[in-house]
Structure formats: structure tokens, C-alpha cells
């Protein structure tokens, strides 16, 4: 959250949608691919302090954690900051393991 502007970790507790829901909300804006992308947010928060503090300029590539283990990668949002009833969309990490695995093994 806004990692350019603090010097302190932030933390924001959020849900993580199903793939189908994720698809059908962002059918129109997306569209996302069920293999590649993760859905969280906030359905109904309080977006005065949600949706401009979630996934802004800046946060790409920021993480998304489960239980302490790091799941996606912060990819995209609808404009402007979040908007309500859009989650944002993260790429997995799963579906990426084998390029880092080979990035990792190139610089030992």
C-alpha cells in the first residue's frame, strides 16, 4: 500500500475472490485468465480509505500474502485507484515459479 510514500511495512486484511467471480467482475475491464491472475479486495469496504490507498501508482510488483507466504504479485486495478465492487488483480506466483527458479539458478 502506497510503498513509495512510507518507510514502515503496511499491512491491509482482504479477500480473496473465487477465479469465477474474478472473471465475470472484470469481464468488461480486464479481462483476467484464471491461470495467471488472483482477484482481492474489498467488495464493500470504506473506500475513502481503501481505494486510493490500494494497489496505486507505484505498488506494482508489491505482494499479495496468504497466511504468510507470498501468493501474487500486485498487477492492476480499475481506474482511478480502486473502484468499488473491482477487486484488484494480481498475477500468481505459482505460474511464474519456473522463470524465477531459472533467474534464481543464473545467479548463484
Known amino acids: ?3 513509495w510514500r512510507v518507510s514502515d511495512l503496511q499491512k491491509v ?3 480473496v475472490y473465487t477465479d469465477e467471480d474474478c472473471e465475470t467482475i472484470h469481464a468488461e475491464t480486464g479481462p ?5 491472475h488472483i482477484c482481492a479486495g474489498v467488495p464493500e469496504g470504506d473506500l475513502t480509505m481503501f481505494s486510493c490507498l490500494f ?6 510488483g508489491g505482494p499479495l500474502t496468504v ?12 481506474k ?3 473502484k468499488k465492487g473491482y477487486p484488484g488483480v ?12 531459472q533467474k534464481i539458478a543464473g545467479n548463484s
Not at 32 to 36: D, E, L
Not at 95 to 101: A, F, G, K, M
Open 32 to 36: 483476467t485468465n484464471r491461470y495467471y
Open 80 to 82: 482511478p485507484c480502486a
Open 1 to 3: 500500500t502506497e510503498g
Open 67 to 78: 497466511n504468510g507466504i507470498q501468493v501474487g504479485i500486485v498487477s492492476w486495478s480499475v
Open 13 to 15: 486484511n482482504i479477500n
Open 55 to 60: 494497489l496505486m501508482k507505484g505498488d506494482s
Open 90 to 101: 494480481f498475477t500468481k506466483v505459482s505460474t511464474q515459479l519456473p522463470w524465477i527458479r
